[in-house]
Nanobody, 124 residues
Framework: VHVVESGGGSVQAGGSLRLSCAAS????????MAWFRQAPGKEREAVSY????????YYAESVKGRFTISRDNAKNTAYLQMNNLKPEDTAVYYC??????????????????WGQGTQVTVSS
C-alpha cells in the first residue's frame, strides 16, 4: 500500500487548507485512515481518525470544531479540511492507514502505512 499526502502550504491565522491522502496498492487491507502531525521538537500526535467499517470518527481536542475528516472510498482518498487555522497548527502532517487500530487510534505504532508528510505553516 502506498500513501501520498498533498495540499499543504502556508496560510495566515484564521485561514483554511484542505489536505488530501490518496492510497493505492492493496487497498482492500485499508479500513482506517488517520492524520497525524509533528511540530519541530515535539512528538508526533494524532489529529483525526476515520474508520470505514463503522464510520467512527475521532478528533484531537485541540482541533475539534475546526478540522473535519472525510473519505471518498471510490477514490481511495481521505481528506482533512482545516479551518480557522492557528499558528500552533504549524507542523508536518502525515497520513496513516491500517486495517485496524483497535481502541488505540492515537498510537502511531498501530498504523501500517505512512505518507511522506506535507508541511502546514500558519503565520500570525
Amino acid at each position: 500500500v502506498h500513501v501520498v499526502e498533498s495540499g499543504g502550504g502556508s496560510v495566515q491565522a484564521g485561514g483554511s487548507l484542505r489536505l488530501s491522502c490518496a492510497a493505492s496498492g492493496s487497498i482492500y487491507s485499508i479500513n482506517v485512515m488517520a492524520w497525524f502531525r509533528q511540530a519541530p521538537g515535539k512528538e508526533r500526535e494524532a489529529v483525526s481518525y476515520h474508520s470505514t467499517s463503522d464510520e467512527a470518527i475521532y478528533y484531537a481536542e485541540s482541533v475539534k470544531g475546526r478540522f473535519t475528516i472525510s473519505r471518498d472510498n471510490a477514490k481511495n482518498t481521505a481528506y482533512l479540511q482545516m479551518n480557522n487555522l492557528k499558528p500552533e497548527d504549524t507542523a508536518v502532517y502525515y497520513c496513516a492507514a491500517a486495517f485496524s487500530t483497535g481502541n488505540n487510534w492515537r498510537y502511531s505504532s498501530r498504523y501500517d502505512y505512512w505518507g511522506q508528510g506535507t508541511q502546514v505553516t500558519v503565520s500570525s
